[in-house]
């Protein structure tokens, strides 16, 4: 079992809609979740991350964790074709461990 | 501005060649990362430093070696470049204490 999954997708969501992007981790220990988006051919960057205390909305992007199920997710609200990257879910064990991330076109 | 950069961007080299490819950050950062990573696919860890004359080898076993003499600099270097080394090399750094990645354009290399 991969330490972190993501389903690779590729998801599609119209404009305007949520778009939900999930990310499962097999380490229980685990502290903090990290999301970051990686538009094709660039490097990722940071979007958000959230601490094991709790979930976290900033603008558009909320991203919550369960921890009995041990899956983080990320939503994006009023999403925009401007959206449309791969999403990778990282978690925070003996060292950051990155998802295969999911990839997300949102259509005009 | 504080940022990280790598240099060179892309690189198209023989086999056979020894390449450097380098990495600095002007954040202070202790921490620095190597990732390797091929078009679609995940990143895999290669190499870390958590500061000077500190580093380790990551979960992808990798022919490439590092160095880390000064906080800012993190070169990797490749002494015999082979066709399975083209790949994407990311650079990242980070606070102590922090796993808030932050990383570089990448540098794009092709072995023929």
């Known amino acids: 079992q991969k330490e972190v999954e993501q389903n690779s997708g590729p998801l599609s969501v119209p404009e305007g809609a949520i778009a939900s992007l999930n990310c499962t981790y097999s380490?229980?220990?685990?502290?903090?979740f990290f999301w970051y988006r990686q538009y094709s051919g660039k490097s990722p960057e940071l979007i958000m991350f959230i601490y094991s205390n709790g979930d976290k909305e900033d603008g558009r992007f909320t991203a919550q964790l369960n921890k009995a199920s041990q899956y983080v997710s990320l939503l994006i609200r009023d999403s925009q074709p401007s959206d449309s990257a791969t999403y990778l879910c990282?978690?925070?064990?003996?060292?950051?461990?990155f998802g295969s991330g999911t990839q997300l076109t949102v259509l005009p | 501005e504080a940022d990280i950069y790598q240099t060179p961007r892309y690189l198209v080299i023989g086999t056979g060649k020894k390449i450097t490819l380098e990495c600095s950050q002007t954040m202070g950062h202790d921490k620095m990362y190597w990732y390797q990573q091929d078009p679609g696919m995940e990143l895999h860890l290669i190499h870390y430093s958590y500061g000077v004359n500190s580093t380790e080898k990551g979960d992808l076993s990798s022919e490439s070696t590092v160095s880390r003499i000064r906080t800012e600099h993190f070169p990797l270097t490749l002494e015999s470049a082979r066709p399975s080394h083209t790949s994407q090399y990311l650079c990242?750094?980070?606070?102590?204490?922090?796993?808030?990645?932050?990383f570089g354009a990448g540098s794009r290399l092709t072995v023929l």
């Open positions: 990282a978690v925070n064990g003996r060292q950051l461990t």
């Open positions: 380490d229980r220990g685990s502290q903090s």
């Open positions: 990242a750094s980070s606070a102590s204490g922090a796993n808030v990645l932050t």
